[in-house]
């Protein structure tokens, strides 16, 4: 490794998922993820995916309600409890992907070094909205947002493969 970040890719494709809290938007995006895998033949073994937030109180899970609303989609949040973004969490990953700018925006403040690996979800399929926080915690309002991440993430599926494997 150099001083400007890692010089090579990992050794196994790696994806994280970062939002504020790491309550609900990237523990959900990251268990959408990881549906897609199975869903594409791909070990989840073989792949390293996980979530980060910006501003984290450690420990914490994810909120009974976004737990009941991805259960009945078949994620399971049960076991995730909130840890906050590191140098040692983005070098462990090929890619970074953010829920808004404002994300991408403190991250290669405060990690440039790490700029080519980050980027906000929607980027994956060449769009530029932003994935906010739902503005209650109702299942209709997480059904919206995970449907919003389903589709980006489904759209820029090819993408994101390709970057989780670091290639550009």
Not at 4 to 30: E, H, K, M
Not at 40 to 55: K, M, Y
Not at 59 to 70: G, L, R
Not at 122 to 145: C, F, Q, R, V
């Amino acid at each position: 490794m150099t001083e400007a970040g890692r010089t090579a890719p990992l050794n196994r494709p790696s994806v994280l998922f970062v939002c504020t809290a790491n309550r609900i938007r990237s523990p959900l995006a990251a268990a959408l993820f990881r549906n897609y895998l199975i869903r594409e033949g791909l070990p989840l073994q073989r792949w390293r995916v996980n979530s980060a937030g910006t501003w984290v109180q450690e420990e914490m899970p994810s909120p009974e309600e976004v737990i009941q609303a991805s259960f009945a989609r078949g994620l399971d949040l049960r076991k995730h409890r909130s840890q906050k973004v590191n140098e040692g969490l983005l070098s462990s990953h090929n890619l970074i992907l953010v829920m808004e700018q404002g994300h991408k925006e403190a991250l290669l403040h405060v990690f440039p070094h790490h700029s080519g690996r980050i980027f906000t979800l929607s980027e994956m399929s060449n769009g530029n909205s932003e994935i906010k926080d739902p503005p209650a915690l109702t299942t209709s309002y997480i059904d919206d947002l995970l449907d919003q991440m389903s589709g980006l993430i489904q759209k820029g599926l090819p993408r994101i493969l390709l970057l989780a494997h670091g290639n550009s």
